[in-house]
């Protein structure tokens, strides 16, 4: 059974960064990416950015030149250094793999809060 774990989150300052990292178990063999959502109060999950395993990145624009996402599927890991954040920012951030045959997976997300 393949397990999700975000790590990584929590208070920041605006204009602070932080740098959430994901991990994977059991086999992903069939992944294609591994990528990040988030979902501020109130709002629905959106798309942050997405890693794919050639080394293919995507970000929605609002994240572009903010955020950076890298990583390894084979090595089941992907991170997200986030910088020059602020309070809009604020959500809970998820880690998501998805898989060709079976499916995505989900982790069960890392707090992330700027405020002063």
């Known amino acids: 059974q393949v397990q999700v774990v975000e790590s990584g989150g929590g208070l920041v300052q605006p204009g602070g960064s932080l740098r959430l990292s994901c991990a994977a178990s059991?086999?992903?063999?069939?992944?294609?990416?591994m990528g990040w959502y988030r979902q501020a109060p109130g709002k629905e999950r959106e798309f942050v950015a997405r890693?794919?395993?050639?080394?293919?990145?995507l970000y929605t624009g609002s994240v572009k030149g903010r955020f950076t996402i890298s990583g390894d599927i084979a090595k089941k890991t992907v991170y997200l250094q986030m910088n020059s954040l602020n309070p809009e920012y604020t959500a809970y951030y998820y880690c998501?793999?998805?898989?060709?045959?079976?499916?995505?997976?989900w982790g069960q997300g890392t707090q992330v809060t700027v405020s002063s």
């Open positions: 998501q793999v998805i898989r060709r045959v079976l499916g995505s997976v």
């Open positions: 890693f794919f395993r050639g080394g293919e990145r």
């Open positions: 059991g086999s992903i063999n069939d992944a294609t990416a």
